[in-house]
């Protein structure tokens, strides 16, 4: 098995998130000599730094403090939690985020059977407190989530909601690109690792869960989250030469939208607003009137 872990959580004044996440990752069933915690605050206020501090008074497990800056969003907090940890794997996950006490052994048992792969990831469940927007269930609800199947396997794409790099990767492939505005963020590394002919592998035994309480749940703030989400992903589509035909796009936006309004689903509309603002925003790229979100930097270790 590897070494030694450092888990990475970048955060952002949820501590009502980030506290169960710690509790659930200080209760892990591996030697808790072989991996710390490191927690890379990315606000400006002081609440996260007392919690963190409250968690880790007298436990067995290194919880570490780090302050990214304020205000320089997850990327830049992700490299901020490489440069001042020391794991051999780095392990990347959210603040809102629920762990069993066997996802990180199952992770290192995964990373232990696929020497030479430089990503891994594993599942990513979504749970919502009740009393959410309306979802029927048959669009996904816009929160981010992963499932590559039952068996472990090589695949194009994990998220950083629960995502592990060795060390050493970040030696050849650089850091994230802390220029790189939320949604896409972490994708571009990927993208970068495996352009440089790397491999991403899936771990199926060490799924998370993602999870959203029903008061961060209102229609007004899916909506303009999905509209964010599709101006970004439009951007980083293009810049990566990744955009979809324009008719797929549409035709999604037109068959969610239709169903948002024949159904009451709140969870459609939201992704019919991300398509639409995705259609919009690449029309403006392709005039000329938009922006790219790439920094041009890459930093290195």
Same mark, same amino acid.
């Given at each position: 098995?590897?070494?030694?872990?450092?888990?990475?959580?970048?955060?952002?004044?949820?501590?009502?998130?980030?506290?169960?996440?710690?509790?659930?990752?200080?209760? #892990?069933?591996?030697?808790?000599?072989?991996?710390?915690?490191?927690?890379?605050?990315?606000?400006?206020?002081?609440?996260?730094?007392?919690?963190?501090?409250?968690?880790?008074?007298?436990?067995?497990?290194?919880?570490?403090?780090? @302050?990214?800056?304020?205000?320089?969003?997850?990327?830049?907090?992700?490299?901020? /939690?490489?440069?001042?940890?020391?794991?051999?794997?780095?392990?990347?996950?959210?603040?809102? *985020?629920?762990?069993?006490?066997?996802? +990180?052994?199952?992770?290192?048992? /995964?990373?232990?059977?696929?020497?030479?792969?430089?990503?891994?990831?594993?599942?990513?469940?979504?749970?919502?407190?009740?009393?959410?927007?309306?979802? *029927?269930?048959?669009?996904?609800?816009?929160?981010?989530?992963?499932?590559?199947?039952?068996?472990?396997?090589?695949?194009?794409?994990?998220?950083?909601?629960?995502?592990?790099?060795?060390?050493?990767?970040?030696?050849?492939?650089? +850091?994230?690109?802390? /220029?790189?505005?939320?949604?896409?963020?972490?994708?571009?590394?990927?993208?970068?690792?495996?352009?440089?002919?790397?491999?991403?592998?899936?771990?199926?035994?060490?799924?998370?869960?993602?999870?959203?309480?029903?008061?961060?749940?209102?229609?007004?703030?899916?909506?303009?989250?999905?509209?964010?989400?599709?101006?970004?992903?439009?951007?980083?589509?293009?810049?990566? /030469?990744?955009?979809?035909?324009?008719?797929?796009?549409?035709?999604?936006?037109?068959?969610?939208?239709? @169903?948002?309004?024949?159904?009451?689903?709140?969870?459609?509309?939201?992704?019919?607003?991300?398509?639409?603002?995705?259609?919009? #925003?690449?029309?403006?790229?392709?005039?000329?009137?938009?922006?790219?979100? @790439?920094?041009?930097?890459?930093?290195?270790?």
């Amino acid at each position: 098995m590897p070494d030694s872990f450092s888990i990475v959580v970048p955060t952002s004044d949820r501590a009502r998130y980030l506290g169960p996440a710690l509790l659930d990752l200080l209760d #892990q069933k591996y030697p808790c000599e072989r991996f710390e915690v490191v927690v890379v605050d990315d606000s400006e206020t002081a609440g996260v730094r007392a919690l963190v501090k409250e968690i880790a008074l007298g436990g067995a497990v290194p919880v570490r403090y780090e @302050h990214s800056g304020g205000g320089r969003g997850p990327n830049a907090a992700r490299n901020v /939690g490489i440069e001042r940890s020391g794991g051999d794997i780095v392990a990347f996950v959210d603040d809102d *985020c629920r762990f069993t006490r066997g996802w +990180l052994r199952n992770l290192a048992e /995964g990373i232990d059977r696929s020497p030479g792969v430089e990503c891994y990831g594993g599942p990513i469940a979504v749970w919502l407190e009740p009393g959410h927007p309306r979802w *029927c269930g048959r669009e996904p609800f816009p929160i981010t989530s992963l499932d590559h199947g039952p068996s472990d396997r090589y695949v194009d794409l994990v998220f950083s909601a629960n995502m592990a790099v060795p060390r050493a990767a970040f030696d050849r492939h650089g +850091l994230f690109d802390a /220029g790189l505005p939320i949604y896409g963020d972490e994708t571009e590394w990927v993208l970068r690792l495996r352009r440089a002919g790397g491999l991403v592998w899936y771990v199926a035994a060490a799924g998370v869960t993602h999870t959203r309480l029903a008061t961060d749940l209102t229609p007004r703030g899916m909506l303009g989250a999905a509209g964010l989400r599709g101006v970004r992903a439009a951007e980083f589509d293009r810049a990566e /030469g990744l955009a979809p035909p324009r008719e797929l796009t549409a035709r999604a936006a037109l068959r969610t939208s239709l @169903h948002a309004a024949g159904r009451g689903c709140w969870s459609a509309a939201a992704h019919g607003v991300e398509k639409w603002a995705y259609l919009a #925003q690449a029309a403006r790229l392709r005039r000329g009137a938009g922006s790219l979100p @790439h920094s041009g930097r890459r930093a290195s270790m």
